[in-house]
Structures are given as structure tokens and as C-alpha cells.
T-cell receptor, first 109, second 116 residues
Framework: GQNIDQPTEMTATEGAIVQINCTYQ??????LFWYQQHAGEAPTFLSY??LDGLEEKGRFSSFLSRSKGYSYLLLKELQMKDSASYLC??????????WGAGTKLIIKP | GAVVSQHPSRVICKSGTSVKIECRSL??????MFWYRQFPKQSLMLMAT?????????EQGVEKDKFLINHASLTLSTLTVTSAHPEDSSFYIC????????????FGPGTRLLVL
């Protein structure tokens, strides 16, 4: 079966750094997405990785290791507005998106 | 990034009525659009994949006759919830696939449906 694992909930302090991990077992791999979703809103695109390595975009970075079936989203200089759910999604061999259940990130002052 | 719009953003209707939700890609052409449903505190659930000019592909367990999807053009897909019932109340989200500059899915803002 296909499976995406990420922690259910994480807590971090404003100004700090947090790393959200995602491991996957899928039938084929054609890329991995990270999305941010605030409560009651649709997801917004954060990053897309298809090759191994680190992609940096401002305060957010995403890392991928295809051999390990592993990715992480790194958020630096946390702000209160970063409190949201973070969704990991993998594109499988049929170009279907397989979604993780999301990680709820709580930022404390 | 690319923009996807959805209309309406909220709708309240009586049980037994039909509701149409529009999804538009505003600044790119999308040969493929996706319709998702999300219940509170749950992950997104893919309902169907909509391809321009052909019939939609529905996921297992999703009733084709209840959730009618029409992908009329490269920028418009519609989802019609027919004879809606309270259990259809949910957050419906569409997304459109963009192939440029890289393969990415962009999401609409979602439509919150409440069936009384």
C-alpha cells in the first residue's frame, strides 16, 4: 500500500526553528510537495522537490532524500502566522497525489 | 504563482437542492483539474480528476451521479452536488495542474457547503 507519515502535531516558540519530517512509501515517485493550510482555508503551495537535496525559499526550506523515502520542511525565524497545518504530498507513478494527514504546528510566544 | 479561483466561497442550501461550484484557472491553462473534499480535522480526500474535453475519473466510493463534474474549457471546471443532503456538508476544494515552469498543483480557496 501507499503511505505517507508525518507527525500529527508539533509545538515551537516564536523566533525559533522547527523541522517537520515526512516519510513515504509509494508506488513510484515523481516529486514531493509541501503545502501550508490555515484552519478553514485551502492549502497554499510551499515547495516542490523532485531531486535530492535542499531547496531554500526565504524562511522555508525543503529537503528530499529519494533513497531514504524522506523529506523535511524547515521553518526558520518562526512567526505566529506560521501556525497552520503542513501537508506533505507525493506524486506517484500514475501522477496521482498521495497526501499525508498533515502536521499541525502550534507557535507559542 | 498561478491563481485559481472558486465560486461561491460559501453556500447554504436546503436538503434536496443542487449546488454548482465553479473552479477557474485565471492565468494559465489547465488540462487537468482536481476536486477534493475535506471534513473537519481530516486530510484532503480526492474525489475526482477532471480532464478537459473528456469524462472525469472518479475515486472509489464517490458517486458519479451525485457529484457531476464538467470540464468545459482549459480554464473552467464545475462540480455540481445533486440532491444535496446534510452529510454532503463539507469543504470542497479544486486545484489545477500547471505544467509551467514546472509541474505544480495550485489550489482554489475552497467552497464551504452547508446543507440544512
Amino acid at each position: 500500500g501507499q503511505n505517507i507519515d508525518q507527525p500529527t502535531e508539533m509545538t515551537a516558540t516564536e523566533g525559533a526553528i522547527v523541522q517537520i519530517n515526512c516519510t513515504y512509501q509509494t508506488s513510484g515517485f515523481n516529486g514531493l510537495f509541501w503545502y501550508q493550510q490555515h484552519a478553514g482555508e485551502a492549502p497554499t503551495f510551499l515547495s516542490y522537490n523532485v531531486l535530492d537535496g535542499l531547496e531554500e525559499k526565504g524562511r522555508f526550506s525543503s529537503f528530499l532524500s529519494r533513497s531514504k523515502g524522506y523529506s523535511y520542511l524547515l521553518l526558520k525565524e518562526l512567526q505566529m502566522k506560521d501556525s497552520a497545518s503542513y501537508l506533505c504530498a507525493v506524486v506517484d507513478s500514475n501522477y496521482q497525489l498521495i497526501w499525508g494527514a498533515g502536521t499541525k504546528l502550534i507557535i507559542k510566544p | 504563482g498561478a491563481v485559481v479561483s472558486q465560486h461561491p466561497s460559501r453556500v447554504i442550501c436546503k436538503s434536496g437542492t443542487s449546488v454548482k461550484i465553479e473552479c477557474r484557472s485565471l492565468d494559465f491553462q489547465a488540462t487537468t483539474m482536481f476536486w477534493y473534499r475535506q471534513f473537519p480535522k481530516q486530510s484532503l480526500m480526492l474525489m475526482a480528476t477532471s480532464n478537459e474535453g473528456s469524462k472525469a475519473t472518479y475515486e472509489q466510493g464517490v458517486e458519479k451521479d451525485k457529484f457531476l463534474i464538467n470540464h468545459a474549457s482549459l480554464t473552467l471546471s464545475t462540480l455540481t452536488v445533486t440532491s444535496a443532503h446534510p452529510e454532503d456538508s463539507s469543504f470542497y476544494i479544486c486545484s489545477a495542474r500547471s505544467g509551467s515552469p514546472q509541474e505544480t498543483q495550485y489550489f482554489g480557496p475552497g467552497t464551504r457547503l452547508l446543507v440544512l
